[in-house]
T-cell receptor, first 116, second 114 residues
Framework: GAVVSQHPSRVICKSGTSVKIECRSL??????MFWYRQFPKKSLMLMAT?????????EQGVEKDKFLINHASLTLSTLTVTSAHPEDSSFYIC????????????FGPGTRLTVL | DQQVKQNSPSLSVQEGRISILNCDYT??????FLWYKKYPAEGPTFLIS?????DKNEDGRFTVFLNKSAKHLSLHIVPSQPGDSAVYFC?????????????FGKGTLLTVNP
């Protein structure tokens, strides 16, 4: 149990386009979903926290108009990178937590975004 | 300011021996700690956790030790296996509030040599 999927696993796009990444909890209802970004040889940097049906809470320094997060249901959250630029190229990972074990986050496999 | 520190970027051990990965934290509000294992181009996988009311938690080959006074925790893997080779992240969160946000260390690359 506690499987989280992400789609797509890899995406290459042109500068100026928008890219949507989906995060799904497959076998549980996720009370909270988190979006992280990982730079090479760096730690996971939390971008935002979202609860179903409410607005995401963004970490300091993360542009909410740039990284749009929609948490439409208890099993789906989406991250849209708007007007992507090469510096947005990164590995984006989502995670989800369950009501009874909220400290434990279950991670998706990640999405490699490359902006040309 | 890094609140969770993994000062060893890499560690190499021989198969069958013990691997000890260390983690230090500075935020006294942290009282729940987790270890994750991560392979390249994959998401982290939860390994083991410990609450601040305990000083040790064991799960098979994996044991986490917590020293609250020193703000230090460690992950012991024994015996180490080649399949354990991965990056290990230490993470911490407050038990309550802040939506249980995790703060991660930079990770330690463990290589277990056959």
């Amino acid at each position: 149990g506690a499987v989280v999927s992400q789609h797509p696993s890899r995406v290459i796009c042109k500068s100026g386009t928008s890219v949507k990444i989906e995060c799904r909890s497959l076998d549980f209802q996720a009370t909270t979903m988190f979006w992280y970004r990982q730079f090479p040889k760096k730690s996971l940097m939390l971008m935002a926290t979202s609860n179903e049906g409410s607005k995401a809470t963004y970490e300091q320094g993360v542009e909410k108009d740039k990284f749009l997060i929609n948490h439409a249901s208890l099993t789906l959250s989406t991250l849209t990178v708007t007007s992507a630029h090469p510096e947005d190229s990164s590995f984006y990972i989502c995670s989800a937590s369950r009501w009874r074990t909220q400290n434990e986050q279950f991670f998706g496999p990640g999405t490699r975004l490359t902006v040309l | 300011d890094q609140q969770v520190k993994q000062n060893s970027p890499s560690l190499s051990v021989q198969e069958g021996r013990i691997s000890i990965l260390n983690c230090d934290y500075t935020n006294s509000m942290f009282d729940y700690f987790l270890w994750y294992k991560k392979y390249p181009a994959e998401g982290p996988t939860f390994l083991i956790s410990i609450s601040s009311i305990k000083d040790k938690n064991e799960d098979g080959r994996f044991t986490v030790f917590l020293n609250k006074s020193a703000k230090h925790l460690s992950l012991h893997i024994v015996p180490s296996q080649p399949g354990d080779s991965a990056v290990y992240f230490c993470a911490a969160s407050p038990e309550r509030g802040s939506n249980y946000k995790l703060t991660f260390g930079k990770g330690t690359l463990l290589t277990v040599n056959p």
